[in-house]
């Protein structure tokens, strides 16, 4: 056969960030199939170079508006463990609440906002706000919840204000704890168990696709890993968050003003996807249930399952929220101020998993508590690869499909991944070359 | 507001070099985001649309000038678009991308990309208004929620908009918030312009001057307050620079 593809998606919509999808074949044989990132780089390490550790989170949050609990998360934990900063109890429980806030909120976002336009066939979610109105009105409820969590607990859902270097800034009171864990159980759970519901009547327009790949996430030994743990491959297995350049291996192609990465082949994946099959046996009976509900197995394949995953963890989410709240107010809320003073000046890591994968900060202070080097490999960055490496095998697959259905796969394609472009620069666009 | 009978004005949203929270922002205004939708057309947003349109009534850039394809892209929007207004400290200021532009450029390429350094072309971070002209400003990183809502509502109702104009400090006092500064925190409120309620000091965090400072700021006052609670010259001009590189990055003394 001697099929002659050009695909050139130009600045890809629904996600976040500039992007192409470039695809050309040539008689049959696949030339290019790359995801260009276009975005303006935006130079977050060298605008970290001598600059404060009181300031370095709230630098880097504005790395991305869509990650910036997660960016503020890793960063804090780099700088103490750079600083040998300790951090309470409390303030690990409200971390891990803020956590659990930014990723429902994320991925609720992705999945109704984004991707259930694709499943319903419409070009975004505006058109069906009429015809589908208590799906959009539920999607909104749960948003809320989300970033009241957010609101509350740090003051400001994007970019918050009350996480600092070795704690917080103002405590939520009990009545805001208690406030937020009614909304959980009244709407949260709810919600989610409809949410399932909804995804589940859509999952047959999901493409059956699979190409199984390295998965790279964070472990923990006693959790669903989101906060902390080590790095795990579904490869070789953990290494310490300090030897997270051993598993990026960062390097620049000039398709993508971001990063690519790989590991133990030539490429890896990161997000949710990774997060259920690395860990799902530690996720909540709830999310377990939804997963069942919805035909995600352990050990799925299939990238475009990445949006099911999350809908899976929005159920994790809410359920881990009410326990963590549950041990808040049983052990008493305290009036603690954030611990400062350095015991040492260093290199540190801090390493989380954010929305869309495991996200690695590290910097190295001076003796005045200065940033004097900044390393941010982000998750997008690290997924691009994997991205690439889809699409080579996706588009032979699909070739004989008309060009219309070729692309709405691939746009499907890149959309899974909840690409963070913005992020990646600290980017998406689909090019095809198919005229025959 | 009463529409009724009127074409709802065409909206759109563009965003430039950025971290699109303030984008991503106007979706968590939950609440009201159905009763917004009842009175405006949005005829393009790229993060959550497919469409695109030729002209619009209004368009809200987010974001800094930082690349060629950047000033082309403004430039054809600006022609486009009836009313041009800047959301967020990148747009209307620069933002925190111009603190790149305090170091030389050569450096700033190398740190991140070694020896492909000219892969990417990079120009200064820049505010929407030092390229083309910006109708009206609404500040903050991220942009305030409530002001992007009052403005919005002025505009349908065809009135200008009123710019705050004085500082976090006074709000900060007005709200009987404890001072950060008896924390032994340092705070830019003095010299920063309000309009946010002074929601990071009554969060009991510092104001890091992301709205941008007042019409006469006095900046050697500002300095002498920042030395005297305990850092250093360097560290307080720094502090002042953060979100505001691009306007005052010049006039700070040596
Ligand atoms: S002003 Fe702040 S929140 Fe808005 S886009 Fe810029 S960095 Fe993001
Ligand atoms: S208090 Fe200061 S830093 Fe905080 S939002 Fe207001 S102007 Fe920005
Ligand atoms: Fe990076
Ligand atoms: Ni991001």
Redesign the interface.
């Known amino acids: 056969m001697s099929k002659n593809l050009d695909i050139n998606i130009h600045h890809l919509t629904r996600v976040e960030g500039h992007g192409n999808i470039v695809v050309n074949m040539r008689d049959g044989k696949l030339e290019r199939a790359e995801l260009e990132i276009v975005e303006a780089m935006r130079y977050f390490e060298a605008m970290l170079k001598g600059r404060s550790f009181h300031e370095a989170a709230i630098i880097t949050s504005r790395i991305c508006g869509i990650c910036a609990l997660g960016h503020q998360m890793t960063s804090l934990k780099a700088t103490e463990d750079a600083l040998g900063l300790e951090i309470s109890k409390q303030t690990l429980l409200l971390r891990k609440l803020l956590v659990n806030g930014a990723t429902l909120q994320s991925n609720i976002l992705h999945v109704y906002f984004l991707v259930a336009p694709d499943l319903l066939g419409a070009p975004s979610v505006f058109p069906l706000i009429p015809t589908h109105k208590e799906v959009i009105l539920r999607a909104l409820r749960m948003k809320r919840l989300a970033n009241d969590i957010g609101d509350i607990v740090s003051g400001r859902a994007v970019h918050p204000i009350t996480p600092v270097p070795g704690g917080f800034t103002r405590i939520p009171t009990v009545g805001e704890l208690t406030g937020i864990k009614r909304k959980l159980i009244e709407e949260g759970l709810p919600d989610v168990k409809e949410t399932v519901e909804t995804i589940k009547s859509l999952a047959g327009v999901i493409p059956n696709f699979t190409r199984e790949t390295e998965y790279i996430s964070l472990k923990h030994k006693d959790e669903y890993a989101l906060y902390d743990g080590d790095i795990y491959s579904s490869d070789t297995g953990a290494k310490d968050v300090h030897d997270y350049m051993e598993m990026t291996n960062e390097f620049v192609v000039p398709h993508s003003t971001s990063k690519h990465a790989k590991h133990n082949r030539t490429s890896y994946m990161v997000g949710a996807l990774a997060r259920w099959n690395n860990n799902y046996d530690q996720m909540t009976e709830l999310s377990q249930a939804a997963a069942k509900e919805l035909g995600l197995t352990p050990k799925t394949y299939n990238p475009y399952f990445n949006s099911v995953a999350q809908v899976v963890e929005c159920a994790h989410c809410i359920e881990d929220s009410i326990k963590i709240i549950d041990q808040l107010l049983a052990d008493g809320l305290k009036d603690e101020k954030p611990n400062q003073t350095p015991t040492k000046y260093g290199r540190g890591v801090g390493s989380t998993e954010v929305p869309r994968g495991i996200l690695y900060h590290e910097y190295e202070y001076d003796r005045r508590g200065n940033i004097v080097y900044a390393n941010c490999v982000i998750p997008t960055g690290q997924n691009l690869a994997n991205i690439d490496d889809d699409m080579k095998k996706l588009v032979p697959e699909i070739i004989e499909k008309p060009k219309e259905d070729i692309i709405k796969h691939l746009e499907m394609l890149v959309r899974a991944y909840d690409p963070c472009i913005s992020c990646s620069v600290h980017m998406l666009n689909v090019e095809f070359i198919n005229e025959d | 507001m009463t529409t009724e009978a009127k074409i709802k004005p065409k909206v759109a949203f563009f965003d430039?070099?950025?971290?699109?929270?303030?984008?991503?922002?106007k979706?968590?205004l939950?609440?009201d985001?159905?009763d917004i939708?009842e009175h405006i057309d949005?005829v393009e947003?790229?993060?959550?649309?497919?469409?695109k349109a030729e002209e619009y009534d209004i368009a809200f850039i987010e974001g800094s000038i930082?690349?060629p394809?950047?000033v082309e892209r403004i430039h054809d929007i600006r022609r486009r678009s009836k009313m041009l207004i800047a959301l967020g400290a990148c747009a209307t200021q620069g933002?925190?991308?111009a603190?790149?532009n305090l170091?030389p450029i050569e450096?700033?390429?190398e740190?991140?990309?070694?020896d492909?350094k000219y892969?990417?072309p990079?120009l200064p971070a820049m505010p929407i208004s030092a390229i083309v002209k910006v109708d009206y400003k609404i500040d903050g990183?991220?942009m305030s929620m409530p002001e992007f809502l009052k403005v919005l509502k002025s505009l349908l109702a065809g009135q200008e908009p009123i710019k705050p104009d004085s500082a976090v400090c006074v709000e900060c006092k007005l709200k009987e918030n404890e001072c950060v500064f008896d924390k032994g925190m340092v705070c830019l409120g003095p010299i920063t312009r309000g309009g946010c309620d002074a929601?990071?000091p009554?969060?009991?965090?510092f104001c890091?001057g992301c709205r941008g400072l007042i019409s006469n700021p006095n900046k050697n006052a500002m300095l002498e307050i920042l030395t005297e609670h305990g850092i250093s010259l360097d560290?307080a001009k720094?502090?002042i620079l953060?979100f505001n590189s691009y306007d005052h990055s010049q006039s700070l003394p040596k």
């Open positions: 430039f070099t950025s971290c699109e929270g303030c984008q991503l922002n979706l968590n939950e609440n985001l159905l939708l949005i947003f790229r993060e959550a649309m497919d469409d930082s690349t394809s950047c933002g925190i991308n603190m790149k170091h450096e700033v390429r740190t991140v990309y070694g492909d892969l990417f990079t990183c991220p929601i990071c009554s969060f009991g965090q890091t560290e720094k502090r953060l």
